[in-house]
């Protein structure tokens, strides 16, 4: 069956970096566009991140601009999120989503992993 | 950056009752609008896109309607499985951007 596994999330000190990684099953990775959605404690949704299948489109919302690398790996049926200069409002559960079309529309999410950005 | 405005914040329905949650989009994004379901400590699930098609596996009593600037998700008898957090989201534009989020809970 389809699935999206997330890891990588854990506590970290304002200005530090963490890379999160998606590994995803039970569908061809490698046709998908994917993106990566937060969700702060107790909030709504934010889409932060959108990968083409190939890498070659790359959109970041504003929030995360110039701080934040979106990547993948076909061959490691992966996704990754590199998160640099990290600040207490990027404290989130961070989900990866999967597209079947440059449309952003999330048929497949991961179960998410959180990011707590504390001193 | 598109605006989504979800209301009501809070609607309680009693099990079998018919439920209607709205979405407005402060600009038009013709029928790019996308219905999300989120019960608590789960991902979202994908319920409605196109704003009139259901999702794989999403049944019948899910109905979406509307285009240009307001959308409207209805439940048509509630069951308890139903009772969760719905986000509408527009990807007609990018970023594409969500609402805030109705809670649908039981009266």
């Known amino acids: 069956q389809v699935q999206l596994v997330e890891s990588g999330g854990g506590l970290v000190r304002p200005g530090g970096s963490l890379r999160l990684s998606c590994e995803v099953s039970?569908?061809?990775?490698?046709?998908?566009?994917m993106s990566w959605v937060r969700q702060a404690p107790g909030k709504g949704l934010e889409w932060i991140a959108y990968?083409?299948?190939?890498?070659?489109?790359?959109y970041y919302a504003e929030s995360v601009e110039g701080r934040f690398t979106i990547s993948r790996d076909n061959t490691k049926n992966s996704l990754y999120l590199q998160m640099n200069s990290l600040r207490f409002e990027d404290t989130a559960m961070y989900y990866c989503?999967?597209?079947?079309?440059?449309?952003?529309?999330?048929?497949?999410w991961g179960q998410g992993t959180l990011v707590t950005v504390s001193s | 950056e598109i605006v989504m405005t979800q209301s009501p914040a809070t609607l309680s329905v009693s099990p079998g009752e018919r439920a209607t949650l709205s979405c407005r989009a402060s600009?038009?994004?013709?029928?790019?609008v996308a219905w999300y379901q989120q019960k608590l400590g789960q991902a979202p699930r994908l319920v409605m896109y196109?704003?009139?098609t259901r999702a794989t596996g999403i049944p019948a009593r899910f109905s979406g309607s509307g285009s240009g600037k307001e959308f409207t998700l209805t439940i048509s008898s509630l069951q308890s499985e139903d009772f969760a957090v719905y986000y509408c989201?527009?990807?007609?534009?990018?970023?594409?951007?969500f609402g805030q989020g109705t809670k649908l809970e039981m009266k």
């Open positions: 989201q527009q990807y007609s534009y990018w970023p594409n951007t």
């Open positions: 989503a999967s597209q079947s079309t440059p449309a952003p529309i999330f048929a497949y």
């Open positions: 600009q038009s994004v013709i029928s790019s």
């Open positions: 990968i083409s299948v190939r890498g070659s489109t790359i």
């Open positions: 039970g569908f061809s990775f490698s046709d998908n566009y």
């Open positions: 196109g704003a009139s």
